[in-house]
């Protein structure tokens, strides 16, 4: 029989290491079945009782690294869309860009009118005849849950615009609809009181099959602090300058020597772009 391992998950709980769990992760990432195999019989020796989840992710980060860049990168979905932060003005425009792609008219952090006050917006979103008024809940680190206090208070912000809007000539026939997103998980009660006054909320792996996970995956829309062939300095510039998206360099790849960045460098950043945005 072999010997159960307890690893200890961001919450503090406590939990049986699960081969099959592990495997999945990596298989999402784009690595091929041997190579899962072989992580994992290398990871199996190392763990030691009572090692942390966040132990675990860096040991198979590490051999994945060495293997494949891209797919290194894929694996670190989560840590990478947390290094969105420290403040959430990145991940307001990463979520912006993912929206943008898929068709809708953008605009982020603009000041919005309502009926009792004006509200500053994350992100508004206009697809035809309908419009999303989108809220981002950004957490840089583990174990943190968006609780029923968070739509509560979107609510009634999301309720004062459409007040006012629905009363402008401009706006109308326009079908206005409030959005929370936030890259960590929500609790039961936000999710109950989500559903029942009408917010569509989208979580890290919540809803199932249209999480923002998923949209990442599905999409290839990784955030450029997804990628291992760039420095962290670099990256934070082309945040600044509201490159958020691999996709964004790999339509205009001129950014990368302007932000400093050596053309013998460059190329080999582009050969990931590549990789991540297929």
Known sequence: MSKKHIV???TGELEEFDRLKLASSLSR???DEQTIENIID???????????????YNKAFSLLRKR????AARYSLKKSIMELGPSGYPFEHFIGQLLKYQGFHVQVG?????QCVNHEVDVVATSGNKQFIVECKFYNTQGKFAGVQVPLYIKSRVEDIIRKRTALPEFKDIDFHGWI????????DAVQFGKCAGLHLVGW?????YSLRDMIEQNSFFPVTA?????KMYKNILMNKGIVLCRQIRNNPEVLQEVGIKPMKVRKIMTEVEELCS
């Open 68 to 71: 494949k860049t891209s797919t």
């Open 205 to 209: 792996d919540f809803p199932d099959k």
């Open 8 to 10: 200890v998950k961001a």
């Open 110 to 114: 603009v000041i919005v009118q309502g």
């Open 29 to 31: 990432s784009g690595a």
């Open 42 to 56: 290398e990871i199996i020796p190392w763990l030691k009782e009572g090692a942390s989840t966040k132990e675990l």
């Open 181 to 188: 997103v936030t890259n960590t998980r929500f609790t039961s």
């Open 227 to 231: 990628m291992t062939s760039i420095e």
